[in-house]
């Protein structure tokens, strides 16, 4: 697990905590947790050297984390190393748990993630959830989360919070899903509707999968744009290590920049928008396939046979995604462009164009495109280790 | 002057203040001289009722900042008052200033601003710098330095530090112009041919721009797509009050946003970007017109007039600045787009079929554009208040 370097004044919600005595013993708290969910098993000299605090402030600042259930303490480290051996240290596998869930267009999934970011328990529902209505659609979700919240009590662990990734907008800082096209839901208020248990957390699938992408990817850098498709196109970029989520919320609407401006109408109101490119369903009609369950599967195992009718589709879709790209590249002057969710399993096909494009029109300032290691479950991944996130950020908050 | 909330842990260049004691107490002085700066004159009780510190914890600060020459006392309050009178607390007048210059393709302008916020020295050299090498022009601008510099020195202020605005590209945290297409100057080192008597600083002319809009503007949010142009179409983004820079410092690349993907090609390598239709001699061409020294003054003048030429060229600009702007929107979200610089004398013109495309193509999650009420003296201003906002971000090491 790659660690960013983390501004531990800052949480998860970007608020910073109060700047007095105990923010500051907050902070440092929070410090102690971070450097050993990204390098334990350590002693409290290893954290004292890491986190520039004296070994004596560490050491009470890790008795209260143990007494908290959030470390653990492994035992006396084995001998041979230089000085008085110390206990090794590491972020408990029995505390708080984050549950994540996800509302796909054709899917529904949930999982929790203990503080070492391991799944400890999973539970899916394949089906179309296109045109049905919230509450049964949230009905179902919410069994799939009692279902994972017991399985994870039974392992010693206490569900955190619930953090769900929806395919639509969010209002900032609200649970309400504002427009979600693709399940054709507005305004729903997911607050509302779900079991208020535990603390819970609405965000869009791109936002989600790109901060996936940040915490559990391969050396990435702490500046991308992080770009996702299921049936519509998102993107959500990462600046600093930090999303930047835009005023309403609603920063990373790829699909809807325009690509060729006097080209085919958008549902959005807008023309020759990308998602009328390489949307799901422009790039079905292009290679003249009927949109079934299995939409990405169902191009990657034609492209792999060399269909030609959908080379030549992913191409087109490639070529758009270039252009799009250009304007996002030229605006952002991220460090590099991932391309996540569906979009990774079908990127043999569309980078070849998608390079083209974007490196012939950001000649001297274009930047390198990659596809995710993650694959589809980044959002899930995301959601339920940004509940995580938020207790390593603030341990003495989730103790309390 | 507008004061936006200040996250005073930051400085301005985004750097965090260390996490001790000291650094507690450095912040804690920032915040005293911040909020004088917004709100003085202030009574040290006023003073401690809005940065939320006990009067004796803000008297202390205060003795530092008078010693230091930052703050200055203005004698007794007026009686009258409730309590017993505070003498009342102001920036000094006396203390650092800002030396801020701008390199533009036909200017060279420099001024001197006190802590105030106060223009206190200027000047100005008119003259066409295309083509110029770097080494003429930057003796010429040493010159105005110093002219407005002795000038400050006279009015009992001492220069604190030299912020440069360039029409390109400036690599992050260097002293680097890239690419400046308009001077022809590529890969150019400022801070080795400027003296290093004073502090540096080199910024793209939209960054200070929007930097300026940012602390001097009316009623500004803080999250805003500022535009702007010389001869290019710069931008750039201020997102929670701080510039969003991009990796290697070129974010707000916005002139080079692909337009229509097939029309002309650009000097960048790409074809129909946003400068091939909305940059000035984009609009000089396609108003039949001749480049000459005021080109910008010459379209207002003759859209003023009525001329159906220059009208109608200015429509197009617009038309295309807004399917830009509409990719802008929809992948920032920003809560208004403000046209400075040369834009801002414009904007009558441009407006309506600007807002035409905007509108249509964001339905639903459009935003406000308006002009800038600072018009071409946004990045001067912008330059020499970034010396002074980081005298208050930082006073101790300002006084030191």
Redesign the interface.
């Known amino acids: 697990m790659t660690a960013p370097p983390h501004?531990a004044?800052r949480g998860t919600s970007?608020a910073?905590l109060p700047?007095t005595q105990r923010g500051?013993r907050r902070?440092n708290l929070s410090r102690v947790m971070h450097a050993v969910a990204a390098h334990g098993p350590l002693s409290r000299a290893a954290v004292a050297t890491r986190i520039g605090l004296t070994r004596a402030a560490v050491s009470t600042l890790v008795d209260e984390l143990i007494r908290s259930g959030l470390l653990d303490e492994l035992g006396p480290e084995r001998p041979g190393k230089v000085g008085r051996p110390g206990s090794a240290l590491a972020v408990s596998r029995s505390g708080p748990a984050g549950i994540g869930a996800e509302v796909g267009v054709d899917h529904l999934s949930v999982c929790a993630v203990d503080l070492r970011g391991e799944v400890r328990a999973r539970a899916v529902r394949q089906g179309d959830n296109r045109g049905r209505a919230p509450e049964p659609v949230l009905k179902e979700l919410i069994a799939l989360v009692r279902q994972v919240s017991s399985e994870a009590r039974l392992a010693g662990l206490r569900p955190a919070g619930l953090a769900v990734a929806v395919p639509g907008?969010v209002a900032r800082g609200t649970g309400t899903v504002v427009?979600a096209p693709n399940l054709d839901w507005n305004d729903v208020d997911l607050s509302a509707l779900l079991p208020d248990r535990l603390p819970l957390t609405v965000d869009n699938e791109a936002n989600f999968g790109a901060l996936a992408e940040l915490w559990l990817g391969d050396e990435v850098?702490q500046?991308f744009l992080h770009v996702s498709a299921e049936i519509g196109i998102g993107?959500a970029?990462v600046?600093d290590g930090r999303l930047?989520?835009?005023?309403?919320?609603?920063?990373?609407?790829?699909?809807?920049?325009?690509?060729?401006?006097d080209g085919p109408a958008c549902p959005?109101?807008?023309?020759g928008?990308l998602e009328q490119y390489a949307g799901e369903e422009a790039v079905l009609r292009a290679a003249g396939l009927d949109p079934g369950a299995d939409r990405v599967g169902l191009l990657a195992e034609r492209a792999a046979q060399a269909d030609e009718h959908v080379r030549r589709a992913l191409h087109g879709a490639g070529a758009a995604l270039g252009?799009?790209l250009?304007?996002?590249v030229?605006?952002?002057?991220?460090?590099s462009v991932v391309l996540g969710g569906a979009l990774s399993r079908l990127a043999p096909w569309l980078l070849p164009s998608l390079e083209v494009e974007l490196g012939?029109?950001?000649?001297?300032?274009g930047?390198d495109v990659a596809a995710s290691g993650l694959g589809s479950d980044g959002p899930l991944l995301g959601a339920a280790h940004s509940v995580v996130r938020a207790v390593l950020d603030d341990p003495a908050g989730a103790a309390a």
């Not at 835009?246 to 790829?254: D, I, M």
């Not at 959005?268 to 023309?271: K, M, T, V």
């Not at 030229?330 to 460090?335: E, I, S, V, W």
């Open positions: 501004d004044r970007g910073p700047d500051m902070r907008l427009r850098p500046d993107a970029l600046v930047l989520r835009g005023t309403r919320g609603f920063a990373g609407e790829l699909g809807h920049v325009p690509v060729w401006p959005c109101g807008g023309r928008c252009i799009a250009t304007g996002a030229n605006l952002l002057d991220p460090r012939r029109r950001t000649a001297g300032t930047c």
